[in-house]
């Protein structure tokens, strides 16, 4: 089945960047996604089709993507950051799935 | 504007039936997908299945096909998730989320609030 892997835990110092990467075989052909949950909360979307952001979501949240490689650039992060983030992508046979997640700590 | 809004949490025991329930608030309920995600208690997030309510089209993740049944009512813009025979490791929060499929974006733009589902003997 189709994974994608993520790092368990990055943490990292107010103002500082904290990068978050994800890695799965079909990302090349596929566009990937990026999620935000705090505790007790739904997840909401950071950035979509690998680099682009939705409205309302804070400059400070960039991605980018490199072969089998996606990554979420967090630049200037704040104490409000601290949460779980996502990635998800498709397969082509239709088949979603969601990266392992990543705990972001804001020391 | 979108807005799904899930049924109360539900406290079962092993081998009870239950069925939850996500109701599409906005207008545009038959032309989206909306689809299941699992979250069990400190993990993350499992894609269960999906379906089009305007023709009942439904797709399973291979690890839940067989484990559940996805439904929807188009005339109450509402679509389920029902268990047949409920175990603990089926404890959980389970969110229900529309997606957003056009071209070859694939994602979950709109999320309910989230269904909590406790089995306990």
């Known amino acids: 089945s189709y994974e994608l892997t993520q790092p368990p835990s990055v943490s990292v110092s107010p103002g500082q960047t904290a990068r978050i990467t994800c890695s799965g075989d079909a990302l090349p052909k596929q566009y990937a996604y990026w999620y935000q949950q705090k505790p007790g909360q739904a997840p909401v979307m950071v950035i979509y089709?690998?680099?682009e952001r939705p409205s309302g979501i804070p400059e400070r949240f960039s991605g980018s993507s490199s072969g089998t490689t996606v990554t979420l650039t967090i630049s200037g992060v704040q104490a409000e950051d601290e949460a779980d983030y996502y990635c998800q992508s498709a397969d082509s046979s239709g088949t979603y799935v969601f990266g392992t997640g990543t705990k972001v700590t804001v020391l | 504007e979108v807005q799904l809004v899930q049924s109360g949490a539900e406290v079962k025991k092993p081998g009870e039936f239950l069925k939850i329930s996500c109701k599409d608030s906005?207008?545009?309920?038959?032309?989206?997908?909306i689809g299941w995600v699992r979250q069990m208690p400190g993990k993350g997030l499992e894609w269960m299945g999906i379906i089009y309510p305007g023709d009942s089209d439904t797709r399973y993740s291979p690890s839940f096909q067989g484990q559940v049944t996805i439904s929807a009512d188009k005339s109450i813009s509402t679509a389920y998730l029902q268990w047949s025979s409920l175990k603990a490791s089926d404890t959980a929060m389970y969110y229900c989320a529309r997606l957003q499929a056009l071209g070859g974006e694939r994602y979950f733009d709109y999320w309910g609030q989230g269904t909590l589902v406790t089995v306990s003997s």
């Open positions: 906005g207008h545009s309920f038959t032309n989206y997908w």
């Open positions: 089709k690998d680099s």
